[in-house]
């Protein structure tokens, strides 16, 4: 069945870094969008990157340029999300979603 997984989250001394993956199970991943949702606690949900598997287009959120990059491997189908210089406000749990609406479970990420 349809089933995105991240993981890759974990603990980390601000100032660190950590790499998170998205990968999808039966789900058309190389023609397709996909996107890195973050919720702190007691906050709302917001976006934090996004990528066009077909084209490679990437954005990602303003606030976070330089910080965060996220990348696709079509052949693992499988999203990354790279976090260097982390912030005690980047904890949270990470999402991944793709444009057909199916979201991962999360994974924490902690800075201390």
């Known amino acids: 069945h349809v089933q995105l997984v991240e993981s890759g989250g974990g603990s980390v001394q601000a100032g660190g870094s950590l790499t998170l993956s998205c990968t999808a199970f039966?789900?058309?991943?190389?023609?397709?969008?996909f996107a890195w949702f973050r919720q702190a606690p007691g906050k709302e949900r917001e976006g934090v990157a996004a990528?066009?598997?077909?084209?490679?287009?990437?954005y990602v959120s303003f606030d976070l340029k330089g910080r965060f990059a996220i990348s696709a491997d079509n052949a693992e189908n499988t999203m990354y999300l790279q976090l260097n210089n982390l912030k005690l406000d980047d904890t949270g749990v990470y999402y991944c979603?793709?444009?057909?609406?199916?979201w991962g479970q999360g994974t924490q990420v902690t800075v201390s």
């Open positions: 039966e789900y058309p991943f190389s023609d397709n969008y």
């Open positions: 990528i066009s598997t077909r084209g490679r287009d990437t």
């Open positions: 979603v793709g444009s057909m609406g199916y």
